[in-house]
C-alpha cells in the first residue's frame, strides 16, 4: 500500500477479520485491527488515517425499488449517500489512506457489524455517484475550496484489491491453481457452479469474492478491473496494478503455462467486467453491418464485401464473437485435394482499437481455443454457445503479412510458424491427440514427426497461400 501510494495509486481500505465476528469483543477487535493496520502502514512511511464512524448505511439503496432492469449481480446490502463520503475525501485530500472498519449504520441509527463485502459494495457504487455529482456541479456552478463537498478528488474508483489469506479463485485447467483473467461477463456462472467443494477447506471465501468483484465492477468504469490475491505476494500485486493485465496471459498455450515458474498457488486473479462471448456456426446468424465495421476498423482497409461473404457462404465453419462485435475470430473449413478431412482456417481475428488492452484478446482466443485446436479437454467446457468441449479438437491454421505488428503475439501462442515470401504461416496443433499419444507412449514421447503431420506443412501451404484476399 505504501508503494502503491509512492505511485499515485491512493487506497481505501476495508479491513475484515473472521476470527472476531460474533465474539463479545468484536467491536473492540475489529478497532484493534484497524488500528494495528493504521500503524503497520504509518511505520512503512505512509500517512493513514482511522475512519472508525459508521460510512455506509445497512439495507439496499431506496431508488433502487425504481429500478426495473434485471441484474446479472446481487447488489450490496448496503448503500452510501455522498455526504456519508465527507470522512473519507477528508482523508483523501490530505493524502492519507482511509481505513474502515465494517461497521454500517442501522434504521435506528446504531452502528453495527456487517459484512466487509457489502460495505466495499456499497462504497464502489457510492463513490461512483458521488463523483458523477461532482461532475455536474463543477458543470453548473463555481465551487466554495472550504465546503467540505469541494470536489478536488475525484472518487471514481478504478481497482478493486482483494488481499487475503486465500488469494485467486482456483482453476480445473491449473490444477487447483488459481485462475489468470476472468470474464465475469460470460464466466461467473460457470466457475460458481463447477466450483470443487474440496477447494473450500482451503479457500472457503473464493466465491464470495467472486461475487464481491462481480458487484464492485458492475458500478464502476468498463476499464476497471480487480485482483484477488494472496497477501503473501506484495510484488504480485504491484505488478498487476501498474500493468492491469495478468501475471501471465491466460491465451498462452498449456503447455507454457504449466511449466511456468510464475505460476504458484498465490499467483493472483485477474477479473474484468468482461464481454459476453457466443459461438455463432450459421451464417445467417452474423450481423454482416457490424462484423464489416469491426473488421474495416481494425484491419484500417476496405472489405470486399461481397466476395467475402460469398466466400463464407461455402467454407464458414464458426465465428466467435465477443460482446456486440467489438472481436471477433472467423474460423473456416478450407478443402483439401490430398486429404479427406478439411483444414481448419483462423480467415480473420479481429479486435476493435478501443477493446485492445482491455482482456478481450484473451478471452476471445481462449474461446477460440476451446473452440478448435483445444476442442475435447476438460478445461474447454464453456457455456458460449459452442460445442461445450464435446468432440476433437483440430489442427488450427493462420497467415498473417510478415510486417504485422502482432506476429510477435502469434509467435507466442503457436506451435509453430513458417515464413512463405511475404506471409508468415502459423499452426496450433490439436492438444487432445498429443496428450493422448504421450499418455499411450509413456516415457517413450513424441517423435519429432508424427505420422499424421507428414506433408501437412506442404499440403496446408499448398491451399492456404490460395485463399483470395477479400480487401480492395
Known sequence: ????????????????NDQARGDDGERSALIEEIMRVVSALEAQGAEARPVLGTVVRLGPNPDDDQLREVRDFIPPEAHVFPSDLVAIRSALRAGEIPVLPP??????????????????????RGMVE????????????????????????????????????????????????PHLLINLTSEHDYIRDTYDPSWSKEKHSSLSNLSLARTCLAYMPPTSS???????????????????????SSSLPHALLQGNRKLTRDTPTLL????????????????????NHLLETSFKRTLDADAFYKRLEQTLDFVVVAGDYVGAAIVTNEPSSDSSEPISYLDKFAVLPSHQGDGTVDFLWVALHDESYGLGHPFSINPNGGKEGKGEGRDLVWR?????????????????HMRMGS??????????????????????????????????????????????????
Request: charged share 25%; glycine share 4%.
Open 1 to 16: 500500500m505504501v508503494y502503491l501510494e509512492k505511485l499515485g495509486l491512493v487506497s481505501v481500505i476495508v479491513v475484515e
Open 103 to 124: 461497521f454500517a449504520l442501522d434504521s435506528f441509527c446504531r452502528s453495527v457489524r456487517v459484512d466487509a463485502n457489502d460495505v466495499l459494495g456499497a462504497l464502489a
Open 130 to 177: 458521488a463523483a458523477a455529482l461532482d461532475d455536474n456541479d463543477m458543470n453548473s456552478s463555481p465551487c466554495d475550496p472550504h465546503a467540505d463537498y469541494f470536489p478536488d478528488i475525484n472518487l471514481v474508483p478504478l481497482r478493486l484489491m482483494i488481499i487475503s489469506r486465500e488469494g485467486g479463485v482456483p482453476s480445473y485447467a491449473r490444477a487447483g491453481f
Open 226 to 248: 480487480a485482483v484477488m490475491v494472496s497477501h503473501r505476494s506484495p510484488s504480485s500485486l504491484i505488478a498487476n496494478l501498474i500493468t492491469n493485465k495478468p501475471a501471465v
Open 272 to 291: 474484468r467486467r468482461g464481454l459476453p462471448i457466443q459461438v455463432v456456426r450459421s451464417l445467417a446468424d452474423v450481423d454482416k453491418a457490424k462484423m
Open 400 to 416: 498473417s503479412r510478415d510486417d504485422n505488428p502482432i506476429n510477435k503475439w502469434y509467435f507466442e501462442r503457436s506451435s509453430g
Open 423 to 472: 506471409w508468415v504461416f502459423f499452426w496450433c496443433d490439436a492438444e487432445k491427440r498429443l496428450r493422448v499419444e504421450e499418455g499411450r507412449r509413456a516415457n517413450a514421447g513424441l517423435s519429432y514427426i508424427e505420422e499424421w503431420e507428414e506433408n501437412r506443412l506442404s499440403r496446408w501451404a499448398d491451399v492456404i497461400t490460395k485463399i483470395p484476399s477479400v480487401w480492395k
